[in-house]
């Protein structure tokens, strides 16, 4: 799924830029979905969500970039389509008169290529989204998982029992009915849950900051896994476990650097390590393959209650898509979601067996709080799949015991910060790797999503209050300048 839904496309799209940018003029349309754009969740289809995401992320700040260039980018998020790829439960329950035909969407969809970064061509979906934007996240959430149980279970029952599809069939049809009269329900008790919900999200919030911090250990497990431990904000992160006498499995690329690391934390803590090599580049390839067996020995009969999900690459920056080898940019698809995806698979069977645990993925607020990142196009997109993987991993998983976070800070001052950052007016804000750790414990377990440092917070306040054109005109700005200070310095 990732391979066809992101990377082929990202790769695609690659191929046919050049030639537009020097006929300074093209349009590219992606397809994207509003189960990634207009919803908060889509559990048990977290992956095609997440790769959605990605899509929509891509497109726009794509749409940054190229526009200058006469190139337009644009991403189309429908909802559902009568194609194959909708189940028949869907095609035969309330969303019907919702569902276009592919010809009546391609007839819309043509209408609108040209016009914005995104876009829900047909009216039909246009109404949906307008619905779905008064209903609260957390309602979503249930509905959602509901619904997605529901079909779950009916697609289940059809491969078990195909010669009861009669009764399989009224079965869908009663609970379809009982759907439609508790969607009734939902919207119109949906204002007032909304008004409500709104007036004491700032009271939860307050008391979620000052809250005490969980017991890690004794709240999910004696060992906890970090990747990417060998600087930056892994280094921290991995001392702050091991300051709270939580045992590590340490996963990095060098095995030096790793080496380095372990000794390090045992010399100051009273704890045991374990060290995975771990080249997070190389997943999905033979040797990746043979890494990530080597990493399930690693953790078998562990009491593996914590990941950080943090290894990630930021390079390369301060480039347009078309400029660089697409290779650098599938290295950082691989390391910063795919290699995420992989190891959170593997870790959770024995979360799941446990019942308890939590998972934490790194992602960013270039994602979350920011429209646009042109010139970081990748690295964005990335992290918007890392986001809504996350969301909807909590919302599949809370109930069995573990806790899925995204953290998305504002820039760290870590290697992976330019220096002209860490010099402008952002360093005020620019919290050290061992401070974000100090805050990101305290958030571990609490939400799907959080920007654990006040001065982040304070950030991304201030970001919700621009319109995304602001946005999108000064992130391009600040990044061509950016990028011309890189390459003078080249
Ligand atoms: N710093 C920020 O401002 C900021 C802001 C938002 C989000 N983040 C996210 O926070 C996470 C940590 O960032 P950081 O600033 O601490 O970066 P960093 O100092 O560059 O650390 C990255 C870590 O990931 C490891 N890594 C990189 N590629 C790898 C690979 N192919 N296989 C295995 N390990 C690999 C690195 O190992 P080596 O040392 O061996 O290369 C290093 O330990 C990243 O996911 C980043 O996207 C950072």
Not at 381 to 399: D, P, Q
Request: charged share 20%.
């Amino acid at each position: 799924m990732v391979r066809v839904n992101l990377w082929a496309l990202t790769e695609v799209t690659a191929a046919v830029l050049p030639g537009m940018v020097e006929r300074r003029r093209g349009a590219i349309v992606n397809m994207g979905s509003a189960s990634s754009e207009a919803i908060p969740s889509f559990p048990l289809s977290t992956m095609y969500a997440a790769t959605k995401r990605y899509v929509a992320k891509f497109s726009r700040s794509l749409y940054v970039e190229y526009r200058s260039k006469g190139i337009d980018v644009q991403c189309q998020a429908p909802f559902f389509v009568a194609t194959r790829i909708v189940p028949s439960a869907i095609r035969n329950n309330w969303l019907s008169p919702f569902l276009p035909t592919p010809d009546a969407y391609a007839a819309a969809a043509t209408r609108w290529i040209g016009h914005g970064p995104l876009c829900s061509p047909t009216v039909a979906h246009q109404l949906l989204w307008c619905l779905a934007g008064v209903l609260p996240d957390a309602v979503h959430d249930w509905l959602r998982l509901r619904e997605h149980r529901r079909l779950r279970t009916l697609s289940f029952q059809r491969i078990r029992a195909a010669s009861a599809t009669g009764r399989t069939k009224a079965k869908s049809a009663a609970e379809d009915d009982r759907s439609r009269a508790g969607m009734a329900l939902h919207l119109s008790g949906s204002r007032g849950v909304y008004t409500a919900t709104f007036s004491f999200r700032l009271l939860a919030y307050l008391a979620l900051c000052l809250r005490q911090p969980r017991d890690l250990r004794r709240h999910y497990g004696a060992w906890a896994m970090v990747t990417g431990p060998t600087s930056g904000i892994g280094w921290s992160v991995a001392l702050e476990l091991a300051s709270r006498g939580i045992n590590l499995v340490l996963l990095d690329l060098d095995a030096a650097n790793l080496q380095e690391t372990s000794d390090m934390i045992k010399s100051r803590h009273a704890v045991t390590t374990k060290t995975v090599v771990f080249d997070l580049s190389l997943v999905g390839t033979p040797q990746g393959d043979e890494s990530m067996r080597r990493l399930r020995a690693a953790i078998e009969g562990l009491d593996l209650g914590l990941l950080v999900n943090n290894a990630g690459v930021s390079k390369p920056s301060g480039a347009y898509l078309h400029e660089v080898d697409v290779e650098a940019w599938v290295k950082m698809v691989r390391v910063n979601l795919w290699a995420l995806t992989e190891v959170t698979a593997a870790v959770l069977p024995g979360m799941v067996q446990r019942r308890r645990g939590a998972i934490v993925n790194m992602g960013s607020a270039s994602s979350e709080a920011i429209p646009s990142f042109p010139l970081s196009n990748i690295y964005a997109a990335t992290k918007r799949y890392v986001a809504k993987f996350s969301r909807s991993l909590y919302v599949e998983y809370r109930n069995k015991g573990v806790d899925v976070q995204c953290q998305a800070p504002f820039f760290v001052a870590t290697r992976m910060v330019p220096r002209a950052i860490r010099d402008n007016w952002l360093s005020s804000f620019l919290p050290t790797p061992d401070a974000y750790a100090a805050a990101a414990m305290r958030w571990i377990g609490h939400g799907p999503l959080c920007s654990p440092t006040v001065g982040h917070q304070l950030l991304w306040c201030l970001a919700r209050v621009l319109p995304d054109a602001v946005h999108d005109w000064l992130r391009l700005r600040e990044h061509l300048r950016l990028r011309a200070r890189l390459r003078s310095r080249e």
